[in-house]
């Protein structure tokens, strides 16, 4: 905040100088004593105001949307506990960002927001982290409102009612990755579905991290949008389960260089090369779902459903940090057929059920 009431009652004023990249003592600025405060709110705003203005002229007050958005996504104030977070908000924000980059923050109105930017149903899902965005600018006091606060737009449930394809179909998928790609790509793949480890920390699996013995994969780093290496989701390292048809995979392959996938340029996988890749396997298998729902989405149904094991021990598998709550209510949803057969099975397994034949006959 740069508006802060102190225990006195007094306030304190701080203004942000883009020399220094920071936010500064407004005294300091007006060339008032060290540590000079207001008595009121209104008074510690007018002050700020003229701080501005000796900064940066008159229309330092008005910020633009490029201005503070090179802010918002580099300063340490505004980071937020995970890495990959502040990685989705920059990449959700930029293009609204290059559009309206000389615009006054004060000047995106919801009209604007509803008329232009989300104009034919368009940018949607930019909408959580641009509002991100304008609540700290609200919080810093530089607008008044926040326009992408209350837009009543309804949010899907993504993939939690989705159902991920079968065993057999994603055997299929494989099947036709070993026909079209490398055989890095089919071997990626079927790791994939049958670990659940996310796409990035496959692409930067490297040799050292398996331990063929004991069946386990050491999950230290993923590939970032970007191209670079970053910790894991969560910035946290975990075991992976080498289960048998991923060891299978992973023997299929020649050690030829550090990362166990690599394209056939003998570089490691990245989204880009493998999108092609997949838009081929999953044609050729007549399969219209993403990719996520065919790996990691069907590593946890699986798990959960054919395998039967509780979500506790599926969350650990797949590296979640809550205890199986996502499990329960996206990647492990029972399935229904499956659930009515274990019912059924379970009656039928009972030769003292008794019916009301059964007493009347008694």
């Known amino acids: 905040m740069t508006l802060s009431k102190l225990p006195s009652g007094r306030w304190r004023a701080r203004v942000w100088d883009r020399t220094q990249h920071k936010d500064v003592p407004v005294a300091a600025v007006l060339g008032l004593p060290k540590g000079t405060t207001w008595e009121t709110k209104r008074e510690a705003r007018a002050a700020r105001e003229k701080a501005r203005e000796r900064l940066c002229g008159p229309n330092a007050a008005q910020v633009t949307v490029g201005a503070w958005w090179e802010r918002w996504t580099s300063d340490p104030l505004f980071s937020r506990p995970k890495p990959s977070t502040d990685l989705h908000n920059r990449e959700r924000t930029k293009a609204f960002a290059a559009r309206y980059r000389d615009m006054p923050l004060t000047d995106v109105s919801r009209r604007l927001v509803m008329n232009e930017w989300l104009a034919g149903g368009k940018n949607a899902g930019t909408v959580p982290a641009l509002r991100a965005m304008f609540n700290d600018a609200l919080d810093h006091e530089l607008i008044d409102r926040n326009p992408f606060a209350r837009l009543g737009i309804r949010r899907t449930k993504g993939?939690?009612?989705?159902?991920?394809?079968?065993?057999?179909?994603?055997?299929?998928?494989?099947?036709?990755?070993?026909?079209?790609?490398?055989?890095?790509?089919?071997?990626?793949?079927?790791?994939?579905?049958?670990?659940?480890?996310?796409?990035?920390?496959?692409?930067?699996?490297?040799?050292?991290?398996?331990?063929?013995?004991?069946?386990?994969?050491?999950?230290?780093?993923?590939?970032?949008?970007?191209?670079?290496?970053?910790?894991?989701k969560n910035g946290r390292r975990r075991t992976a389960l080498m289960t048998p048809p991923a060891r299978e995979a992973l023997l299929s392959l020649a050690e030829e260089a550090d990362f166990v996938?690599?394209?056939?340029?003998?570089?490691?996988?990245?989204?880009?090369?493998?999108?092609?890749?997949?838009?081929?396997?999953?044609?050729?298998?007549?399969?219209?779902?993403?990719?996520?729902?065919?790996?990691?989405?069907f590593a946890g149904w699986y798990m959960r459903n054919v395998l039967g094991l509780n979500s506790e021990d599926v969350a650990v598998a797949l590296g979640h940090t809550d205890g199986g709550e996502l499990v329960r209510s996206l990647y492990g949803h029972l399935d229904h057929g499956r659930a009515l057969d274990r019912v059924q099975a379970a009656y039928e397994g009972r030769s003292n059920v008794r019916t009301l034949r059964a007493v009347s006959d008694g």
Do not use: C
Request: charged share 25%.
């Open 159 to 232: 993939n939690r009612d989705v159902d991920p394809p079968r065993e057999e179909q994603v055997w299929d998928l494989i099947r036709a990755a070993r026909k079209l790609g490398p055989p890095s790509w089919a071997a990626w793949l079927q790791t994939a579905a049958f670990t659940g480890m996310r796409p990035g920390e496959l692409d930067a699996l490297r040799w050292e991290r398996l331990d063929f013995e004991r069946g386990r994969i050491s999950v230290t780093e993923q590939v970032t949008a970007r191209g670079g290496f970053s910790l894991p």
């Open 261 to 297: 996938f690599v394209n056939l340029r003998g570089e490691h996988w990245s989204q880009s090369a493998r999108a092609y890749w997949w838009k081929a396997t999953r044609a050729a298998a007549d399969y219209d779902g993403t990719l996520y729902l065919a790996t990691r989405h």
